[in-house]
């Protein structure tokens, strides 16, 4: 069975949710027996690779610019998987979903992910939201089979359009690498267990200019803030945010993967996620397989993990995010034991393969 996947900027070491997820699910349904190609946007890519893991990787060409990237690779995307005789187009995200009923109409099969409301996020205009808004109804209306990564994204699918039959199948995380990178905490200026770490992209609705403000006001005892990640577009946040973690001596490392973010999840003393917006954070459940204590927004999608009411605080308030971060560093550094049980990378893909036998046995 020929499966093409778009919607994500591609695999492997991009930054984002959805790339992660892919990166993680795709080679495995390799493994499972299927013929897979990711679509990637060239200018997102850094390699010259044509393969991953088993997974074909094709490049195209696509403006970069956050408000019409995606529709106009996602377009383009459906084209080459027609040419190259898909027998389903695996769409995720929103955006890309508004072009379901092109896929359907030149005979292809499709299976949408819904990553969560994108819409909600702070970045987008109004004009944006309506079609982020319509290309949910596409994908929901039109796709052959819906897959929502938690409840919460079910609910909203169930109450808007009725669609009762869509599939749970929740983000996942690999087995942690703990390992050691002495030369590159030098280079940051951090000692283990001596810092509290975010990581995410640098949009206004992760809320890390409320972290830094939070971890300015606290007796820190040493203790940095380190945050990892950057934005795919330069703008008047990430930019302010930059300036301000600089002016409050924050570590900022820009995008990371490998053995350097594998040594930051492993010597941290704890993970802050103070998101407004998220669908299920991969972040987040990296941070609990790493046993990382956490501080979390109590957001639907972060209660969704269930973790025990002290880990959470009200969304924006930064008088109690200090107060947690506080609370953290006040305390011995310790690790938490989490049941991973529901986020393994291989129950995913057998869960993902259960789908696409149904569309094509």
Known sequence: MKIVVTGTRGIPNIMGGV???CEE???RMVQRGYDVTVIRRKSYVKDCLTEYKGVKLVDIDTPKKKSFEAIVHTFKAILKAKAQGADIVHIHAIGPALLTPMARLL???????????DYDRDKWGMAAK????????MGTTFANEVIVISEVINDILVRKYGRRDCRLIYNGVPEPDCCDYDEYF???????????LSMCRFVPEKNLHHLVEAFSKIDAKGCKLVLA???DFEDDYSRKLKAMARENRVVLTGFVKGQKLHSLLTHTRCFVLPSSHEGLP???LEAMSYKLQVIISNIPANLEVGLPYENYFQTGDINALVEKLQKNIDTPYA?????MSEYDWEHIADQVDEVYKILIP
């Open 19 to 21: 790339e992660t997820h």
């Open 25 to 27: 699910l795709f080679p």
């Open 107 to 117: 005979g292809m099969k499709v299976v949408f992910t819904h990553h969560g409301p």
């Open 130 to 137: 309506l079609m982020l808004k319509l290309g949910e109804r």
């Open 186 to 196: 030098k280079e940051l200026g951090i000692e283990k267990g001596k810092y509290i």
């Open 229 to 231: 990640g950057d934005t």
């Open 282 to 284: 991969i972040a987040l």
């Open 335 to 339: 690790h938490t034991e989490y049941d």
